[in-house]
Every structure is written in C-alpha cells, then in structure tokens.
C-alpha cells in the first residue's frame, strides 16, 4: 500500500530525531506532531529535565518552523508576551512592537508560574490566530502552535490554569522520567558530545502543508463515530465521581486527532479504537474530579478508562 504524505512525515520524524535526540519520547513526539497538524495545542505536565522543550525545539526546527520560548514568572505582564506599543520620540509617533507570540512555535514554559491575568493574554492568540493590542488586530502565523508547560499543582508558586484556557489545549500531556536503560544511552550521548544537538545539523523533514491538510479533509469520519464521541462526552458530565465533564471541544479534539491518527496507521477513514486512543490525551484536562474523588485517590485517567469500558461502540 503506498504511503500517505501523514505516514511518511510520522516516520522522517521518528527516524530522523527520535532515536538521535529524543531518546524514548516517539510517543510524545507523535502527540506533538498530531497536535501541530491538528491545528490545536498541547499543554505538557511533568519533572523537570525529561526534555519537553527539548522536543518542541527540535520538532520546530525539523517542520522548519520558527520558534520562541517564554519562561513565565510572577511578575510577567501580558505585553510581554503580546508586545506592546511604544512611544517613538524621533517620528513622534506609537510603533507596535511584536511580543514572542509572534512565531509558529511558542514554547510557553511553567505557564502556571505566572497569575492567571497573564496567562489569560495567550487566549485569543490560541483560538483566534490574533491578538488585539489597543483595539487593533494583529494577525498571527497559520502554523502558530503553543507548546505550554506547567509543573504539578503541589508544586510552590504555581498558580492553576482557568478551565477557560485549560479548554484552549487540544492534548494534555503528562511524561515521566525515563526507564533507566534509557537514561544509561542518553549519559552516553551527553559525554561523547552527540547531545545536546547542533540545531544547523538537524535535518528537516520534506512535507507539503496544504497535501496534509487535504488528506486530513478527506478521511472519513462515520456519523456512528461522532455519535459515539458524543456519549463519551456525555458519560463524563453524569459521573458521579465528576465535578464536570467535558465541553464541547473535547469531542472535537476527539475528531480532529482521530483523522491524522488514522492517516498515520494508513487508513482514511476513523475506527472507534481511534477515539479511545485519543481519549486520556483529549479529555483529561477538560474533567475536574470532585471531593470524594480526590480525597479516595481517584485518578482522571481511571475514570475515563470507566467511561470507555461502559460507553458501547458503535454498531
């Protein structure tokens, strides 16, 4: 079966930096990747140091993106990250000067650092493409993608994300440290000098931006599929372990990342195994477990597992 321009991105991607310089990340790396063609967003949780901006740097440079990085701190203002207009006094005039958002890749690290007036400047530029500064839009790239980072609630100064913009996210994501083999080979990389990476060496992926996006256009997605999405989404509003369910956008992170999963495994049309392995990935940060939940040990991820197990497929 020939090879569909989705596939043939997915393994220049894994065969190019995976196994290089993201070592044991392939599965993140996909999300990442899923997410960007997607025209969505991924909010990443996890330690330190398990080379989550790591990625997306290099994702960015292999798709031959530009990228900017914000690291957040209490005392950041939303003209940092949108810019802001400054007084020239030589032509006596205001110039709008671009903040970072103004990229393709935005690699928001410890967004949660920052209190959530500054966090909610990244809203219309993640929904919209655009942000308004003084009642003047600016448009931003067709390719804009935020890469956002938060450490764990329990972690001191951290301020927790508004659902508002918790729901912006297409994916949240949650990564480990590594099996300790893996950490063995990435100590040998680091010592003989093949880490950390020379970015003018990386090499960058041959993709057509407008065939992926017809492609995606094309794969089918059956009315039983959306039927299905739709009681998962409703499963999850009448837990009784649930405070609330997902919103509406859940269901379309479900259908969008179903159609370039389904181009990466060969297919264009989606199976219902698509939906339920997207499901932790889209719908994990759209529920809030309620009291008795949180204080049994209840986890997000084990109430969805639930929900699938009782959702029935479609026939």
Same mark, same amino acid.
């Given at each position: 079966?020939?090879?569909?321009s989705?596939?043939?991105?997915?393994?220049?991607?894994?065969?190019?930096i995976?196994?290089?310089?993201?070592?044991?990340?392939?599965?993140?790396?996909?999300?990442?990747?899923?997410?960007?063609?997607?025209?969505?967003?991924?909010?990443?949780?996890?330690?330190?140091?398990?080379?989550?901006?790591?990625?997306?740097?290099?994702?960015?440079?292999?798709?031959?993106?530009?990228?900017?990085?914000?690291?957040?701190?209490?005392?950041? =203002?939303?003209s940092?990250?949108?810019?802001?207009?400054?007084?020239?006094?030589?032509?006596?005039?205001?110039?709008? &000067?671009?903040?970072?958002?103004?990229?393709?890749?935005?690699?928001?690290?410890?967004?949660?650092?920052?209190?959530?007036?500054?966090?909610?400047?990244? =809203?219309?530029?993640?929904?919209?493409?655009?942000?308004?500064?003084?009642?003047c839009?600016?448009?931003?790239?067709?390719?804009?993608?935020?890469?956002?980072?938060?450490?764990p609630?329990?972690?001191?100064?951290t301020?927790?994300?508004?659902?508002?913009?918790?729901?912006?996210?297409?994916?949240?994501?949650?990564?480990?440290?590594?099996? *300790?083999? &893996? !950490?063995?080979?990435?100590?040998?990389?680091?010592?003989?000098?093949?880490? *950390?990476?020379?970015?003018?060496?990386?090499?960058?992926?041959?993709?057509?931006?407008?065939?992926?996006?017809?492609?995606?256009a094309?794969?089918?997605?059956?009315?039983?599929?959306?039927l299905?999405?739709?009681?998962?989404l409703?499963?999850?509003?009448?837990?009784?372990?649930?405070?609330?369910?997902?919103?509406?956008?859940?269901?379309?992170?479900?259908?969008?990342?179903?159609? &370039?999963?389904?181009?990466?495994?060969?297919?264009?049309?989606?199976? *219902?195994?698509?939906?339920k392995?997207?499901?932790?990935?889209?719908?994990?940060?759209?529920?809030?477990?309620?009291?008795?939940?949180?204080?049994?040990?209840?986890?997000?991820?084990?109430?969805?597992? !639930?929900?699938?197990?009782?959702?029935?497929?479609?026939?």
């Amino acid at each position: 079966m020939k090879h569909n321009s989705i596939q043939t991105l997915f393994e220049q991607i894994r065969s190019g930096i995976c196994g290089k310089y993201l070592l044991g990340t392939t599965d993140f790396v996909d999300w990442l990747l899923i997410a960007y063609l997607a025209r969505g967003h991924v909010l990443v949780e996890g330690p330190p140091g398990t080379g989550k901006t790591l990625s997306a740097k290099i994702l960015a440079k292999t798709l031959s993106r530009a990228s900017k990085r914000i690291q957040f701190t209490t005392d950041m =203002l939303p003209s940092d990250i949108l810019g802001a207009s400054l007084y020239n006094p030589t032509d006596q005039n205001f110039k709008f &000067i671009q903040g970072p958002v103004f990229t393709d890749f935005l690699i928001a690290d410890e967004i949660n650092r920052t209190p959530p007036r500054t966090q909610s400047a990244l =809203l219309e530029a993640m929904e919209e493409r655009q942000v308004t500064i003084e009642g003047c839009e600016h448009r931003l790239s067709e390719d804009f993608f935020v890469m956002a980072t938060q450490n764990p609630q329990d972690f001191e100064g951290t301020f927790p994300l508004p659902e508002v913009e918790m729901d912006r996210f297409l994916f949240k994501l949650v990564v480990r440290h590594a099996e *300790p083999d &893996i !950490e063995v080979t990435l100590y040998r990389h680091v010592l003989s000098g093949q880490l *950390p990476p020379v970015f003018s060496e990386i090499a960058p992926a041959t993709f057509d931006r407008s065939e992926v996006t017809q492609e995606i256009a094309a794969t089918r997605v059956d009315d039983s599929i959306l039927l299905y999405i739709a009681n998962i989404l409703k499963a999850t509003r009448t837990h009784p372990l649930l405070e609330y369910g997902s919103s509406a956008r859940g269901g379309i992170a479900l259908a969008k990342g179903a159609r &370039i999963l389904a181009r990466m495994q060969g297919r264009d049309f989606v199976t *219902p195994d698509d939906i339920k392995h997207l499901a932790v990935v889209a719908l994990r940060h759209r529920i809030r477990l309620n009291a008795e939940a949180q204080l049994s040990g209840v986890t997000d991820e084990e109430v969805l597992s !639930e929900v699938l197990q009782k959702v029935p497929f479609p026939t």
